[in-house]
């Protein structure tokens, strides 16, 4: 109903000399997919996915606690049918708790995971990662777990239910911030581009732009320091640890600061490149797209929409010896593959 998935509509949408618009949008999470559609509130329909589900290994499902069960698509219904399934769920808050019923999204899970009380500046607005990372770090600890599970099964165990929630993924990755409050109670604050436990370790401004460095151990801040022509500050009483140059690093910041706006971005990023110091330019995405690195990286591939149009994806960004990870299949129209999935996965009896 109403066209799919939502994210079929979001710009932006290339067209063909016809007229027929895609969203680069989904294309961009969505290719090697299939797409079948279904009336889940349709009881044949429900009745065919079940059989689907008796064959199949995995299920991953997104709706609101409760919604499948109550269809008849939940983990008890499907593993009667098929007790070697892997059945995850992905919910904003999990399927039980206070907040279960709660709706979500990305930037509200951000606001509850405490995220965004140390994202931004240290005096400023509440900001949210400018990428999606509740969605991304669910699917990911998502997949992990299924494969996990499915090794379980492969090996002769019994299939199982997942829980994942977004809130459970971001608070597993805030690992700094979760471990200051359970060691010494404090409240973890937005740092801007600094971090709470390295420093010189942020962004500075050179004479015409921002560059940032990452000094993170003593012999890297040694060479930071003789860059700038302050050698004398490795022996300061207030930066001779990692731990003191954190605690102290607004002091740093005023100290360094002068030095690296006299001269050019890119003279600091040789500079620092020839002395072994973690550093980089802050690319927007049309320059990190075109780099010569991401080139021979191969980690932007063509891609052919379902109307025709010639366009560009981001590549499965890991390399595995002996397998390639290919764009093998284009994203799909919505229903594409109704017809295709119903005949190969069943009998024509069952479709």
Not at 236 to 260: C, I, K
Request: charged share 20%.
């Amino acid at each position: 109903p109403d066209g799919g998935d939502g994210m079929r509509s979001w710009p932006p949408l290339s067209k063909n000399e016809q007229g027929d618009s895609y969203s680069e949008n989904f294309a961009s999470l969505n290719r090697n997919k299939r797409s079948l559609t279904a009336d889940l509130k349709n009881a044949d329909d429900v009745g065919r996915l079940v059989k689907l589900a008796s064959v199949c290994d995995v299920v991953i499902e997104n709706f609101r606690p409760g919604v499948l069960n109550r269809l008849g698509l939940g983990y008890e219904q499907l593993s009667e049918v098929n007790p070697k399934l892997v059945y995850c769920s992905i919910s904003g808050y999990g399927q039980t708790g206070p907040y279960a019923p709660k709706g979500a999204f990305d930037v509200t899970v951000q606001g509850m995971s405490g995220l965004m009380s140390v994202t931004g500046e240290a005096d400023g607005n509440p900001v949210k990662c400018g990428v999606p990372v509740g969605d991304f770090c669910a699917g990911l600890y998502s997949g992990f777990t299924v494969l996990s599970k499915l090794m379980q099964v492969r090996a002769g165990g019994k299939g199982g239910y997942i829980d994942c929630s977004m809130l459970g993924s971001l608070i597993g990755v805030a690992a700094l911030q979760t471990s200051e409050y359970f060691g010494n109670g404090g409240t973890p604050q937005a740092l801007g581009s600094a971090h709470p436990r390295n420093a010189p370790y942020r962004a500075f401004r050179a004479s015409d732009d921002y560059f940032i460095i990452a000094a993170g151990n003593d012999k890297l801040w040694s060479e930071v320091a003789d860059a700038v022509g302050l050698p004398e500050l490795t022996t300061d009483s207030r930066f001779e640890t990692q731990s003191l140059r954190a605690t102290n690093q607004d002091v740093l910041l005023h100290l360094l600061q002068p030095e690296f706006e006299k001269k050019t971005a890119a003279y600091w990023l040789e500079e620092m490149d020839r002395r072994g110091v973690p550093c980089s330019a802050i690319n927007d995405y049309p320059t990190i797209l075109n780099d010569k690195h991401v080139e021979h990286l191969e980690l932007v591939r063509p891609l052919t929409l379902p109307n025709g149009v010639e366009t560009k994806t981001t590549a499965f960004p890991v390399a595995m010896q002996d397998y390639s990870f290919e764009v093998y299949r284009q994203p799909p129209e919505l229903g594409a593959h109704n017809d295709e999935i119903l005949s190969d996965w069943l009998t024509s009896t069952d479709a």
